[in-house]
């Protein structure tokens, strides 16, 4: 231990790493588990039998290889953060529309990237202002249920400094189904010339049937010229007006306003 840090073996991280990571005792990710990352690797492959602290850095030995610490001045070309799944709160399909990046003065690079449901890394704009303290970079348009973020932190062309990122946050817009809504004008007068040809019908029970698609909801049929649409009849209102061929005193006429909204 070194400070609020724990140091611990990480036996050939990857296949060409070995080394050793490190726990944050002062911030737990869940029940007993504290956060933990990967930390200094030696391209290499062995067991870590040994960690220690010297000058209060960690040292330790890699088995086959040799004892190795950390560098005062030359760093690494690159390192890397996964972040884990986000899901933001909502089970639904989401759009990371956009990622903010916040820094100290930016020596060297970073860049961002972001696995879909489990898919391969998809990296956008590298960030790379120099002094710069924040930017923001496009995301992914693709749809997307959980999301991991990587960041990978490059240094500087002299190799001896590196960006140090303080905060990175992905912001995500629901894109669930959405309805489309139809509104629709339909004549009701007893008697319509179209085309030069007169048609008739009966107003009150043509609104009678309109009515009950409301008051008995049930998936019915649109059809907007070719193409047709799973629909629910959401309100109806008619709008009255006295023509003076009504076919007999107090008979309405007017036009019915038909609200739908389409079923997905």
């Not at 059809?223 to 107090?250: G, K, W």
Request: hydrophobic residues 40%.
């Amino acid at each position: 231990g070194i400070g609020r840090f724990i140091y611990f073996s990480y036996k050939n991280f990857d296949a060409t790493s070995t080394g050793v990571g490190r726990l944050d005792i002062s911030v737990f990710i869940s029940t007993n588990q504290p956060a933990f990352a990967s930390d200094l690797m030696v391209t290499g492959q062995g067991a870590i039998p040994d960690v220690h602290e010297f000058n209060n850095q960690p040292i330790f030995t890699v088995a086959g290889l040799g004892l190795y610490k950390q560098h005062a001045t030359n760093l690494v070309s690159s390192g890397y953060l996964e972040s884990g799944i986000f899901r933001w709160g909502v089970p639904d399909p989401k759009i990371v529309a956009k990622l903010d990046i916040r820094c100290l003065p930016l020596d060297g690079s970073v860049t961002v990237a972001i696995s879909n449901d489990g898919g391969a890394y998809h990296s956008f704009n590298t960030f790379s202002t120099e002094d710069a303290k924040e930017a923001t970079v496009e995301g992914l348009e693709a749809k997307t249920f959980e999301a991991e973020i990587k960041v990978t932190l490059n240094r500087n062309a002299a190799g001896t400094a590196g960006p140090i990122v303080t905060r990175f946050m992905a912001r995500a817009f629901i894109a669930a189904l959405r309805s489309q809504i139809f509104t629709v004008p339909l004549l009701m007068h007893h008697k319509l010339q179209v085309l030069g040809r007169e048609y008739y019908q009966d107003v009150d029970e043509e609104m009678s049937l309109l009515r009950d698609l409301v008051d008995t909801p049930r998936v019915v049929t649109y059809q907007e010229n070719q193409e047709t649409f799973p629909v629910v009849v959401e309100n109806v209102q008619f709008r009255i007006r006295q023509l003076n061929y009504a076919h007999q005193e107090n008979d309405l006429e007017g036009t019915a306003i038909v609200v739908m909204r389409s079923i997905r």
